[in-house]
């Protein structure tokens, strides 16, 4: 039986499935992380090594008749990263097409069921990628946080901590934000945030957990994080806009999806993006998310055996 391999290689976990040709899922299986970036390659190795070896096991094949395999992961846009994770295939003794891309380029392809389209990720950090039905591609953002992710949850978690140590001092409005933090990360005093925010080791996904913070206040009546939101749909527009631009797609019928815990979990947020680009771009059609990014490594290892 002919067979494809689609693997999202994400920074905290690497999700497989395995497909026949017509993209049924036939096994399917879950590791550790296996991004370059922030993981050992020999770590990295192993997870893909294990993934693919027990996967193939499973269904009782020979490698032999795996047509392609497909590894979305973040950084996969430098070619010598790319070099690297192919390497770290072909050691298994596999011969047949390897395919790595972005991991915003599955999460596309699983999104909306085929590689064209555009996609806006929300979650911890933020990104925009866009694909034409003849293969070119762009992004916008995934700068990373300090430099930019812009619209991200973390964006809107630490704007909310700057909005509440305004409040506290007096140079900004008022904000239900300056004790529902404290309270949120079970801090004494507003003092204590720098402790937490320089010397706890809180990185991106706690400061990104704040947008329950913000949502709660937002519905609660706050105005500050009501702007805190807004800005941020904002800004997840303007990466749709800039894509849209370069590929020349605002005028072309095509969908849109979006993923990500910020997005996606606060309705304000996606209501205001959603506005936005029904206003500006009327043909562009906002889906929900299809499959998941590992459904849409195997839809791209099977394109490529058509």
């Known amino acids: 039986m002919e067979y494809v391999i689609g693997i999202d290689g994400g920074g905290t976990k690497t999700h497989m499935k395995i497909s026949d040709l017509n993209y049924n899922i036939i096994a399917e299986g879950i590791k550790g992380p296996s991004n370059i970036n922030s993981t050992s390659k020999e770590e ?6 294990e993934l693919i070896c027990e ?21 996969a846009d430098r070619d010598e990263d790319k070099v690297i994770i192919e390497n770290m295939i072909k050691a298994i003794g596999y011969k047949g097409k390897i395919i790595v891309v972005n991991d915003a380029e599955i999460a ?18 933020s990104i925009c990628y866009g694909r034409t039905e003849e293969g070119k591609s762009c992004r916008s953002g995934g ?13 809107i978690g630490i704007s909310a901590i700057k909005a509440a140590l305004k409040s506290y001092d007096g140079r900004g409005e ?10 949120h990360l079970d801090l004494k005093c507003h003092e204590d945030l ?16 704040l947008t329950r913070v913000v949502n709660s206040a937002y519905k609660a009546g706050d105005a500050v ?15 749709v806009k800039a894509v849209a631009c370069k590929l020349e797609l605002g005028d072309k019928n095509i969908s ?15 209501d205001e993006f959603k506005n936005s680009i029904n206003e500006v771009y009327p043909k562009i059609n906002l889906v929900h998310m299809k499959n998941d990014s590992a459904f849409g490594a195997v839809v791209i290892a099977a394109g490529e055996c058509d």
Request: net charge positive; aromatic share 8%; glycine share 16%.
């Open 55 to 75: 996967g193939v096991k499973e269904i009782g094949q020979s490698l032999d008749n795996c047509n392609a395999i497909c590894i979305g992961t973040a950084g």
């Open 174 to 183: 008022k904000t239900i934000l300056e004790t529902s933090i404290l309270k």
């Open 225 to 239: 994080s009501k702007r805190i939101l807004k800005s941020a749909a904002k800004e997840l527009f303007l990466s």
């Open 44 to 49: 990295v190795k192993k997870v893909f090594q």
């Open 256 to 270: 849109l999806t979006t993923t990500g815990g910020a997005i996606n979990n606060i309705e304000y947020l996606y």
């Open 143 to 155: 700068w990373g946080h300090i430099i930019g992710d812009e619209g991200s949850g973390y964006d």
């Open 108 to 125: 596309l392809a699983g999104g909306i069921g085929k590689r064209n389209g555009i996609i806006v990720i929300s979650g911890t950090g």
């Open 194 to 209: 720098i402790n937490y925010i320089y010397r706890s080791g809180a990185g991106k996904k706690e400061i990104a957990k």
